[in-house]
């Protein structure tokens, strides 16, 4: 019955910062892990980092230096944020929580000119 929902622009220039809003519905963000994870055209799922209840957050280490998530437990929503993209950062996106099973259908980025 929990699902999220991926949502934001899906179409960046370069330099700029994605921006992503994770939906959850029919759950609470309040208990679980939640996490944001990737696909590049051609490549395999990509974890970017992820955030618990208390604020506390862990990013990839090729990522982090460009990644912030945040969440809104009155709103149910967490967000992703990657400064400074390149082309390479195109990719499908995806929340989730990998503990409990959950994903989004994700939603796909382009980062061009």
């Known amino acids: 019955q929990v699902q999220l929902q991926e949502s934001g622009p899906g179409l960046v220039k370069p330099s700029q910062t994605l921006s992503l809003t994770c939906t959850i519905s029919g759950g609470s963000i309040t208990t679980p892990v939640w996490s944001w994870i990737r696909q590049p055209p051609g490549k395999g799922l990509e974890w970017i980092g992820y955030?618990?209840?208390?604020?506390?957050?862990g990013y990839s280490p090729s990522l982090k230096s460009r990644t912030s998530i945040s969440r809104d437990t009155s709103k149910n929503q967490f967000t992703l944020q990657l400064s400074s993209v390149t082309p390479e950062d195109t990719a499908v996106y995806y929340c989730?929580?990998?503990?409990?099973?959950?994903w989004g259908q994700g939603t796909q980025v382009t980062v061009s000119s």
């Open positions: 955030i618990n209840y208390d604020g506390i957050t």
């Open positions: 989730a929580s990998l503990s409990m099973g959950y």
